[in-house]
């Protein structure tokens, strides 16, 4: 990040699209590093919280589900955990909005690329503008994850009838559990639309499990991102040994 | 007088429970086949214009329930605690009410607790299969085998009635003594009180009684003198007699209109279908979605393209007409 920055402040300055840590290493293929390693483990504490927290509060919303609260150790332990796992997705999100909220801005393309969302769909990237680092379909689901997750912590706080009993009235607390429920049927569809995205565009799941992409895949999905990395590298072309 | 219930007998097989599983007519989070005949609907009926609080009944549910409520402080008013806990299922609420047509001081005293609800709204909330049931007798009772001490009885219940345990982390109410009743017995607080303010039996027995001391109420001057029964939960097993039923939430707040909440309503009815569907939808459009579009894969001419701007070899232009929306 340093030296980027540093050479920035001399040239132009860092697109917002571009992250700490994002890089182009030429070669056959192209490798394009898009999460760090600190990001991808916030990314899957974040991930994980988020599928055990819809386990155990799917097995409190429907009683057809209920049998989900043996995952957990029973019944008692899935009312005591649930809001718990809820915490530590609350801190681990707010880990990845702080990293990711620049880059995920709206940006002018944005609205073409909704225009064309058949084309999206249908896979004719070529039809579609340059995109920086995320589309606004990711944007979608990053702003769609951060506001329903201040709307599930409040709501749920309020619910959190061990520790936060005294600090609601019943009606208060009645909205809550509406909201609460609403609000989750609201984010694992979101998360729905995330894991779809990520098994439907190949190539993808290696930019949060192994850190990079191909330069194909940048290219293809992201190019406006991909030609930012390649201006702003440093030394540009051609690489030398050192870097 | 209201003919008392005689004393249990000694007899080898009096202590058999007259209802159990079989009567159970919901059960909360699961699905039950209502039992083919229905138990005679039994009733507690509480008149508060007899009632001169002792508190015998409050003391009489701590004894049989074997429950010891933590020392509390004196607040200056005889409502004592304060509120119902998960250890005190009944308790006398006193209200100094100025009469303003009288405009004499009246203290109202009323006996707080399950209302036994005919359309209970703890049972409706409930997440936990078997943690509520509710006999065909009328009584609802918490299982707390099942109970996950997640509280949201306490969300349904339109007359803030259960308590959640700190130390078992499960709900607490009256039983209408459902062990007592089930042997023949009246409830422990019924057996207690001195003045029979608090009676039991069936529940049109009670209705009967009801309205002798309502007719007799008003002969003395008492005019909204009625019976609250709240057809907004169905009826209730525990009924009042008030002397101004017209204004019920002058007895301590006692609803005048009570009901399950709409957002409860709403939470355990459209939401969880159209949730579950608007999810089921979301994950087979998806499915179909694959399925039909097929993967979206990166091409050779892609990775080619992107070795070249890596390169600095300027890659092929882009088909022309493509150029709008593009950012310069």
């Known amino acids: 990040m340093s030296a980027g920055n540093l050479k920035s402040r001399h040239q132009q300055p860092t697109p917002d699209d571009v992250e700490p840590g994002d890089s182009v290493r030429p070669g056959h293929p192209v490798q394009v590093s898009r999460y760090t390693v600190a990001a991808r483990i916030n990314h899957w504490v974040t991930a994980l919280s988020l599928i055990l927290l819809a386990l155990s509060g799917m097995a409190l919303f429907t009683p057809s589900l209920f049998f989900l609260t043996g995952l957990f150790g029973g019944g008692q332990w899935t009312r005591a955990l649930h809001p718990w796992i809820g915490v530590v997705l609350f801190f681990s999100f707010a880990g990845l909005f702080l990293r990711f909220w620049k880059a995920n801005l709206p940006a002018r393309e944005d609205g073409t690329w909704l225009a064309r969302i058949s084309d999206v769909l249908r896979g004719r990237e070529e039809r579609l503008p340059e995109i920086g680092k995320y589309n606004a379909g990711q944007k979608f689901v990053f702003w769609g994850m951060s506001g329903l997750i201040i709307v599930l912590i409040a709501s749920g706080i309020a619910m959190w009838d061990q520790y936060f009993y005294a600090f609601t009235s019943i009606e208060q607390k009645r909205v809550a559990v509406l909201v609460h429920a609403v609000a989750a049927v609201c984010i694992i569809c979101v998360w729905i639309i995330h894991v779809y995205a990520a098994i439907w565009v190949k190539g993808t799941i290696g930019a949060m499990t192994r850190g990079k992409v191909t330069g194909g895949w940048a290219w293809r999905h992201h190019r406006k991102w991909l030609r930012e990395l390649v201006g702003t590298r440093p030394g540009k072309r051609p690489p030398t040994p050192a870097e | ?328």
């Open chain 2, 1 to 328: 007088m209201f003919p008392p219930i005689p004393n249990p007998s000694v007899a080898s097989d009096a202590a058999t429970p007259r209802f159990g599983e079989k009567d159970i007519l919901r059960r909360s989070a699961s699905e039950v086949t209502p039992p083919a005949q229905r138990l005679t609907e039994v009733a507690k009926l509480i008149d508060v214009s007899k009632c001169i609080g002792c508190k015998a009944c409050q003391a009489a549910c701590l004894e049989w329930n074997n429950l010891t409520e933590e020392i509390g402080f004196n607040h200056g008013v005889y409502t004592n605690p304060m509120d119902l806990t998960p250890d005190t299922f009944t308790l006398m609420r006193f209200t100094e009410w100025v009469n303003p047509e009288t405009e004499n001081l009246e203290w109202l005293i009323r006996k707080d607790g399950c209302m036994h609800c005919e359309d209970p709204g703890c049972l409706k909330a409930c997440p936990a299969p078997g943690a509520i049931v509710q006999y065909s007798n009328g009584i609802v009772d918490f299982q707390h085998d099942n109970c996950i001490g997640c509280g949201y009885c306490i969300k349904g219940c339109p007359f803030n009635i259960p308590r959640i345990s700190k130390v078992d982390h499960t709900a607490y109410k009256c039983t209408l003594c459902s062990d007592r009743v089930a042997v023949g017995q009246g409830p422990a607080c019924q057996k207690a009180c001195p003045t029979q303010a608090i009676v039991f039996g069936t529940k049109d027995e009670m209705k009967d009684w009801a309205e002798l001391r309502i007719t007799d109420l008003k002969s003395r001057g008492f005019a909204n003198a009625g019976l609250y029964d709240p057809p907004g939960v169905g009826g209730t097993h525990v009924m009042y007699v008030l002397h101004h039923a017209d204004t019920p939430s002058i007895y301590a707040g006692l609803p005048d209109n009570p009901r399950i909440s709409p957002l409860v309503d709403a939470w355990k009815g459209v939401t969880k279908y159209v949730g579950l569907a608007v999810m089921g939808f979301a994950a087979a459009a998806g499915f179909l979605h694959y399925v039909v579009a097929g993967p979206n894969k990166v091409s050779e001419e892609d990775e080619e393209n992107a070795e070249r701007l890596a390169d600095g070899t300027p890659p092929p232009a882009p088909p022309a007409g493509l150029q709008e929306g593009r950012t310069p």
